[in-house]
T-cell receptor, first 113, second 114 residues
Framework: AQSVTQPDIHITVSEGASLELRCNYS??????LFWYVQSPGQGLQLLLK??????LVQGIKGFEAEFKRSQSSFNLRKPSVHWSDAAEYFCAVGARGNTPLVFGKGTRLSVIA | DAEITQSPRHKITETGRQVTLACHQT?????MFWYRQDLGHGLRLIHY???????NKGEVSDGYSVSRSNTEDLPLTLESAASSQTSVYFC?????????????FGPGTRLTVL
């Protein structure tokens, strides 16, 4: 079965600084990988996803993520963080077939002036 | 616009009572999911359904049940509410088969069991 780890529980960055959120997965083949964002009091919204092909994927709100098979990672990046990016971020991994996604425990992002 | 709704948004109940949380989607999606979100645990899957009359247990299904009588609805029932079930509950849906399909989430229901 697949599993996912988000090593950082809480990250604080200054507005305008770059951001990288870490995600490591465990799965025997190439997985489906997702990043979701949850704003306070809201449900989750998909930021981006990777299935195959180009390992650098672009998402909404200026986010991107890079799939690195050798490191079993799918880290989320943004070159310049805005105060509105403060939220909880979840990485999720899916196996080939129709088994449900497995979500990480999330990383809470705080943005300071 | 298609959407997924949950009701109630907030619920306070007592230990031992039966509680049903509603989830309704107008996407016409085959797949529906229930999660609970707790501090330190992230999102954990409770039950899921891949179509009418289909239900499956997730990671934390004990004490919960679901039924799928139509495409649009997947109600979640807590048979006898316990304080450990105090949580925020999210419903989600996705189309077709395959884990690569985006899940669309409802706004959540905050349940408090006293």
């Amino acid at each position: 079965a697949q599993s996912v780890t988000q090593p950082d529980i809480h990250i604080t960055v200054s507005e305008g600084a770059s951001l990288e959120l870490r995600c490591n997965y465990s799965y025997g083949a190439t997985p489906y990988l997702f990043w979701y964002v949850q704003s306070p009091g809201q449900g989750l919204q998909l930021l981006l996803k990777y299935f195959s092909g180009d390992t650098l994927v672009q998402g909404i709100k200026g986010f991107e993520a890079e799939f690195k098979r050798s490191q079993s990672s799918f880290n989320l990046r943004k070159p310049s963080v805005h105060w509105s990016d403060a939220a909880e971020y979840f990485c999720a991994v899916g196996a080939r077939g129709n088994t449900p996604l497995v979500f990480g425990k999330g990383t809470r992002l705080s943005v300071i002036a | 616009d298609a959407e997924i709704t949950q009701s109630p948004r907030h619920k306070i109940t007592e230990t031992g009572r039966q509680v049903t949380l509603a989830c309704h989607q107008t996407w016409n999606h085959n797949n529906m999911f229930w999660y609970r979100q707790d501090l330190g645990h992230g999102l954990r899957l409770i039950h899921y359904s891949y179509g009418v009359q289909d239900t499956n247990k997730g990671e934390v299904s004990d004490g919960y049940s679901v039924s799928r009588s139509n495409t649009e609805d997947l109600p979640l029932t807590l048979e006898s509410a316990a304080s450990s079930q105090t949580s925020v509950y999210f419903c989600a849906s996705s189309e077709g088969s395959g884990a690569y399909n985006e899940q669309f989430f409802g706004p959540g229901t905050r349940l408090t069991v006293l």
